[in-house]
């Protein structure tokens, strides 16, 4: 079955598509909107206001690659090209492991499509601590139910693939909540290779949706840019310069675009937002870029199943439970949400955290290995804010994130829960991803061994695929970087449209809390720059 070159196609017919590595003198661009980042946000924000009538210009600090590029399902390939720092991008301590899209498309090219509605408790949360309007769980409604539409979501139709059917027969046996997660993708072929970019189109990130719709109606892009940093001028925003980078997305070349616009927009994610308002030394007043940046710290289990799982193939994740999620409400004890995600080799080496013969032996058993991980809630007691982006001395982005003993008890709670459900579920062996725990060959054996782990950094293998904060929202400037429209409080043509205005993490997956929450900002900004009525 042939797979239709999108960008091909659309380039033939007229598209307006810039790379910036072959630019061989400096460039100076206009338009209504400028938009930052081209993920989960830029995207959305980008269909929306071409739709409005608004000439629009999208940068984007990765490469342009295709499902042309996509077809070898190349793990090594789609790290170096795909991802922040060839997937080696962690806290400023090295302890948390950062998995973070860098392409057109952003992190929506890489992720594992599960797609969740913000829970009602997050919603609610955000209003009464944090003085966010307009953003009620029955207000967002019709926003989230607008992208599902647009994108394709909804609950994976097809059986859960062997390592999901591992959580799902769990809950069923221990009698805990679950869910089938849905997922933002038309035609699926059920491959699960959705990390390291679709083949096949099927996947409905923005690289294959919003953004050849925003093309096709006019709208520019230019890729392998990085954004250097804002002008301003007493409360406005009077342009922005970035650095063109070579082909392999690592040096600057020396060559510079200037953009002048007359409303920007950053969707450059809950690092690299904060980073670039940090180089920019934009007003800040209350010191609150950067702050509060939540990161969903996950931790995971090991189990050694009697029958085949092969972890890497089917959709990566189908399955999750909530049963531990809101137990003592959004402010008792830390929450988590179990799923299961996809473990190929050269991940799983590392998860392992062995080496030599060891190593060699739990990589012979990865056909039949399970991995199970808790997604957990940070960013709703004071015992647990978030860390701060900062940024160092050439202006690159560092996050500082420091795990309280409030996090080390989710983290330990989490431990138990999943290895639990893996005994449930019919496992051999089990072990948590710590350098300390040794495989345990049952449910009491694990328990004891789980309680008597040391909880630290570094022993304790820790991961985050979700970054949130950063630029928090709010009504109140005292205490947030934008307005609950995204408005920055003290530049009135500067927009953020993109996670990090989230007060705190979501409590799940946040791809389609950013589509939700930016097309209804971006709708309301639309009208506000004078754009057509958007239905």
Known sequence: MAIDDIYGAGILSGWKIRDASTLTQNLTLEADVVIVGTGAGGGTAAELLTQAGLKVLMLEEGPLKT??????????????????????????????????????????????????????????????????????????????????????????????????????????????????????????????????????????????????SALASGAELVHHLRVDRLQFDKNQVTGLIGVALDSNCQKTTGIQVTVKAKHYILAAG?????????????????????????IHPVVLTLAQMPQEINPFYGAPQSI?????????????????????????????????????????EEMA????????????????????????????????????????????????????SMAEAQFASGANKVRPAHLDAPWASSWAEAKTQIEQLKYKKFRTALFTAHLMGGCTMGEDEKTSVVNSEGNHHQLANLSIFDGSVFPTSIGANPQLSIYGLVAQNATMLAKKLGGKSLS
């Open 67 to 212: 499902s042309a590029n996509f077809k070898d399902m190349d793990e090594s390939r789609a790290y170096k090209e795909l991802y922040q720092e060839a997937a080696g991008r962690a806290t400023s301590d090295g302890a948390i492991a950062i998995l973070q899209g860098r392409a057109v498309g952003g992190t929506t090219v890489v992720n594992w499509t599960a797609s969740f509605r913000t829970p009602e408790h997050t919603l609610k949360h955000w209003a009464s601590a944090h003085n966010v309007k307009g953003h009620s769980p029955e207000e967002m409604a019709p926003w989230f139910a607008k992208m599902e539409q647009r994108l394709g979501i909804a609950p994976w139709a097809l059986d859960p693939n062997a390592n999901n059917k591992v959580l799902h027969d769990a809950c069923i046996k221990l009698g805990w909540e679950w869910h089938v997660i849905p997922r933002n993708v038309k035609g699926c072929w059920n491959s699960g290779y959705c990390g390291f970019g679709c083949p096949v189109n099927a996947k409905q990130s923005m690289l294959v949706s919003t953004i050849p």
């Open 270 to 294: 809950a690092i690299n937002t904060p980073a670039l308002l940090l180089r920019s030394q934009t007003v800040d007043p209350h010191d609150r870029v950067g702050k509060r940046t939540c």
């Open 320 to 360: 999750a439970s909530d049963y531990f999620q809101w137990k003592d409400g959004a402010t008792g004890k830390m929450g988590y949400k179990l799923e299961v995600p996809p473990v190929f080799p050269a991940i799983a080496s590392g998860i392992f955290g062995t080496f030599g013969s060891t190593l060699k």
């Open 365 to 416: 058993m990865l056909p039949h290995t399970n991995a199970m991980l808790a997604l957990m809630r940070d960013g709703f007691v004071d015992e647990s804010q978030g860390g701060q982006v900062k940024i160092d001395d050439s202006g690159s982005p560092i996050l500082d994130y420091d795990v309280s003993d409030f996090i080390w008890d989710g983290a330990k709670r989490a431990y138990l």
